[in-house]
């Protein structure tokens, strides 16, 4: 069964294909498909919104199944920014190396143990008969004081847990224990009551 992912996001297309292909679940892109997704204005409070926001919309051009996911990084120290705007933090959208310095920056000076922080990941799915599922995954960590290693995208070089940097963590290490790997074995389980 394919499924439209509500991105271009090649990282994040890889993440979902390695989780939900045990299922039978193809997830492919518009672009995969030669098409093009009308953009979306994401104007929902909260990650659940969002990522239902933009598998609403994919599923209802497309005419199939459609999954969409909202993600971010939540600092305790900063009232739980960026959050929702995690990705255009620093205000341009998608750029992490300025997303990352930002936030170093508001960061400096904190001492490790008040730069708590969790990554949230909310992935909604969407069918053309109405049904939908929102589940949502979590990982703790902390935020470190420069960025280490390569791997992953986003804030990974900067997040820590169990005293290494996401940006260390292999594709399988990372899917273990992520807020997104987290979220799509919610909804694995999710889509086995159903499929």
């Known amino acids: 069964m394919d499924f439209i992912l509500a991105s271009n996001n090649k990282k994040k297309l890889a993440e979902m294909q390695r989780i939900l292909a045990p299922l039978g679940i193809n997830v492919v892109t518009a672009k995969m498909l030669g098409k093009t997704l009308t953009d979306v204005v994401e104007d929902g409070e909260t990650f659940e919104e969002n990522a239902r926001i933009k598998a609403v919309a994919a599923c209802k051009e497309m005419n199939m199944p459609a999954i969409a996911d909202d993600s971010g990084l939540c600092v305790d120290y900063l009232g739980g920014a960026p ?15 300025a997303n990352n310095d930002l936030l170093l920056e508001k960061l400096e000076g904190v001492p490790m143990e008040q730069r708590t922080a969790y990554y949230v990941c909310a992935i909604c799915c969407v069918f053309p008969d109405g ?6 995954g979590e990982c703790h960590g902390n ?17 820590i ?3 290494r940097a996401f940006g260390r963590y292999t594709a399988e290490e990372k899917d273990r224990i992520s807020h ?3 979220a799509l074995r919610a909804l694995t389980k999710e889509l086995e009551k159903i499929i």
């Open 143 to 159: 935020i470190g004081f420069e960025r280490d290693g390569n791997e992953g995208f986003g804030y990974d070089p900067l997040f």
């Open 83 to 97: 959050g929702i705007f995690s990705a255009r933090f620093s205000g341009e959208h998608g750029n992490d190396e």
């Open 161 to 163: 847990v169990d005293g």
């Open 180 to 182: 997104r790997g987290n």
């Open 131 to 136: 049904r939908e599922i929102t589940v949502r």
